[in-house]
């Protein structure tokens, strides 16, 4: 057996999409992937179906694997011939314990790559609306850790040095902020520094709590506030008032909750996300594509059909594939395509076919219908509904269960203000996947404001024991507007 690689990647500083380019390639290829808490978890959907996660945590006073375990794990899995992706929050080189792992790997002959991120003591800052240098404020920049390993979790820092940098970033410092602060007065520092400190920077939940040397330890207190943070020091803080942007956004502050049923990605959560939402999608499904000589006889014989219905996105992604990747004529379909969705609608018309939703069935001509593999455990349903039939299962829908692992984690400490219901299946999901999972559903839906997009989600949502907010359209603009017109009257 080959000896396998490691990717070192940098996930960024919370935000998903400010993963760099290669280390998104480096996921999607990984066959084992050891994260940690502050990679964000969202992260995870872009990996294989097959792949394998290992979580090492870690948390204060608390660490799920430690250092050394971390590094015998991934040389051991290199042995397997797994191609390895170790995913560290922010910049694996600052600290990140980046060299540990190298050398660890170098001594037992493992290859490796180093893949940079953004790392959270500029880019928290630059969310918060604090850059780290100005031509006016600052010209010279530092980062500082804000803890030791030492017996009191001190950091111990040569206090003099740091006395001409216009700019500090201490990471995980929030335990240690009185020291720091009186640290640095002791050390030249006036006490009416502008202090910043950014929790969870670049993501949705981002939050920012300003003052000075002398005050920031006490409206620290107040809130209780916790790391992970970044705290900066310097008189740069003050463009914050003026140059602020994220917190800014429509949505920002809210917490929503996307019920999902499939596993093609939309672009909702994103929508929501970019509008300054903190999101988290539950439950996530991926989709493997199955294949078998019933499956081969089907897509032959699928000219002869005058009527095909796709009842799902991925549905249509993979007919399509498979009809290219065997070398078949698109000219040879004669059908006219029907959908169950708009989104599915959608889906045709990138690919450049049009659909209508579906009519009335016609006992004279018999369906196509294609979609996963459960379809073909509800044969006398469809019969009843769209007459006769036959049934297509292009595709197996997988639960992506370490993600979604992750995210009852989230989904139990978090305070969700609003669930969007995407179709009328999301319901009945959402509600089955919370049980399992040992949630009380009613404590999550009793709680939040729930908005839905159309009539039919609508009803599935009030036979389930609750009213929902409707957008006006079922469309995506029509629900975005609902939500920040929800947070406005507020």
């Given at each position: 057996?080959?000896?396998?690689?490691?990717?070192?990647?940098?996930?960024?500083?919370?935000?998903?999409?400010?993963?760099?380019?290669?280390?998104?390639?480096?996921?999607?290829?990984?066959?084992?992937?050891?994260?940690?808490?502050?990679?964000?978890?969202?992260?995870?959907?872009?990996?294989?179906?097959?792949?394998?996660?290992?979580?090492?945590?870690?948390?204060?006073?608390?660490?799920?694997?430690?250092?050394?375990?971390?590094?015998?794990?991934?040389?051991?899995?290199?042995?397997?011939?797994?191609?390895?992706?170790?995913?560290?929050?922010?910049?694996?080189?600052?600290?990140?314990?980046?060299?540990?792992?190298?050398?660890?790997?170098?001594?037992?002959?493992?290859?490796?790559?180093?893949?940079?991120?953004?790392?959270?003591?500029?880019?928290?800052?630059?969310?918060?609306?604090?850059?780290?240098?100005?031509?006016?404020?600052?010209?010279?920049?530092?980062?500082?850790?804000?803890?030791?390993?030492?017996?009191?979790?001190?950091?111990?820092?040569?206090?003099?040095?740091?006395?001409?940098i216009d700019t500090l970033a201490f990471y995980m410092g929030v335990k240690?902020?009185?020291?720091?602060?009186?640290?640095?007065?002791?050390?030249?520092?006036?006490?009416?520094?502008?202090?910043?400190?950014?929790?969870?920077?670049?993501?949705?939940?981002?939050?920012?709590?300003?003052?000075?040397?002398?005050?920031?330890?006490?409206?620290?207190?107040?809130?209780?506030?916790?790391?992970?943070?970044?705290?900066?020091?310097?008189?740069?803080?003050?463009?914050?008032?003026?140059?602020?942007?994220?917190?800014?956004?429509?949505?920002?502050?809210?917490?929503?909750?996307?019920?999902?049923?499939?596993?093609?990605?939309?672009?909702?959560?994103?929508?929501?996300?970019?509008?300054?939402?903190?999101?988290?999608?539950?439950?996530?499904?991926?989709?493997?594509?199955?294949?078998?000589?019933?499956?081969?006889?089907?897509?032959?014989?699928?000219?002869?059909?005058?009527?095909?219905?796709?009842?799902?996105?991925?549905?249509?992604?993979?007919?399509?594939?498979?009809?290219?990747?065997?070398?078949?004529?698109?000219?040879?379909?004669?059908?006219?395509?029907?959908?169950?969705?708009?989104?599915?609608?959608?889906?045709?018309?990138?690919?450049?076919f049009a659909s209508k939703t579906v009519e009335p069935f016609s006992a004279?001509?018999?369906?196509?219908?294609?979609?996963?593999?459960?379809?073909?455990?509800?044969?006398?349903?469809?019969?009843?509904?769209?007459?006769?039939?036959?049934?297509?299962?292009?595709?197996?829908?997988?639960?992506?269960?370490?993600?979604?692992?992750?995210?009852?984690?989230?989904?139990?400490?978090?305070?969700?203000?609003?669930?969007?219901?995407?179709?009328?299946?999301?319901?009945?999901?959402?509600?089955?996947?919370?049980?399992?999972?040992?949630?009380?559903?009613?404590?999550?839906?009793s709680t939040a404001s729930l908005v839905c997009m159309g009539d039919r989600?609508?009803?599935?949502?009030?036979?389930?024991?609750?009213?929902?907010?409707?957008?006006?359209?079922?469309?995506?603009?029509?629900?975005?507007?609902?939500?920040?017109?929800?947070?406005?009257?507020?």
């Open positions: 057996m080959s000896t396998g690689k490691v990717y070192l990647v940098g996930a960024g500083p919370g935000d998903e999409k400010l993963i760099t380019v290669r280390g998104l390639e480096c996921l999607r290829r990984a066959d084992t992937i050891v994260y940690d808490r502050l990679a964000n978890p969202r992260l995870l959907r872009f990996a294989k179906p097959d792949a394998e996660f290992i979580f090492c945590g870690k948390f204060p006073k608390h660490h799920t694997l430690r250092q050394e375990a971390i590094n015998e794990l991934l040389v051991r899995k290199a042995r397997e011939g797994r191609q390895v992706v170790r995913l560290k929050g922010g910049d694996p080189s600052v600290f990140g314990r980046v060299g540990e792992e190298a050398a660890e790997l170098v001594s037992h002959g493992i290859e490796y790559e180093i893949v940079p991120g953004i790392t959270a003591g500029i880019a928290a800052p630059a969310y918060a609306g604090i850059p780290v240098t100005h031509r006016e404020y600052g010209t010279s920049f530092a980062v500082v850790t804000g803890h030791a390993k030492t017996s009191d979790g001190k950091p111990s820092v040569d206090w003099m040095s740091l006395r001409g240690n902020l009185r020291y720091i602060c009186d640290s640095l007065i002791q050390h030249g520092r006036h006490p009416q520094t502008p202090v910043a400190l950014v929790r969870w920077g670049t993501m949705g939940g981002q939050q920012t709590v300003q003052g000075t040397l002398e005050t920031i330890v006490h409206k620290v207190e107040e809130i209780g506030l916790e790391n992970p943070a970044i705290t900066l020091v310097g008189d740069i803080v003050a463009l914050r008032d003026q140059i602020r942007w994220f917190e800014n956004k429509p949505l920002f502050g809210r917490r929503i909750l996307v019920a999902r049923t499939g596993g093609e990605q939309g672009n909702l959560a994103d929508a929501l996300s970019d509008r300054g939402a903190d999101v988290i999608e539950y439950p996530y499904f991926s989709v493997c594509e199955r294949s078998d000589e019933s499956t081969a006889e089907m897509m032959v014989r699928s000219v002869e059909y005058e009527r095909i219905l796709f009842t799902s996105p991925e549905s249509a992604a993979f007919f399509f594939a498979v009809y290219r990747r065997n070398g078949r004529d698109i000219r040879e379909l004669k059908a006219t395509f029907y959908t169950l969705s708009r989104r599915t609608g959608r889906k045709l018309q990138e690919m450049g004279s001509n018999k369906w196509l219908i294609i979609g996963e593999s459960s379809i073909l455990e509800n044969r006398k349903q469809y019969e009843r509904e769209w007459g006769a039939c036959d049934l297509l299962a292009l595709y197996d829908k997988k639960e992506c269960r370490e993600y979604n692992a992750n995210m009852v984690r989230l989904l139990r400490g978090a305070s969700i203000d609003t669930i969007v219901f995407p179709s009328a299946a999301s319901v009945d999901i959402l509600i089955r996947y919370l049980e399992r999972a040992e949630i009380e559903p009613h404590d999550i839906l989600t609508a009803e599935a949502i009030q036979a389930a024991g609750y009213l929902a907010e409707q957008a006006a359209s079922p469309t995506l603009e029509s629900l975005i507007a609902c939500l920040v017109t929800e947070k406005v009257s507020e």
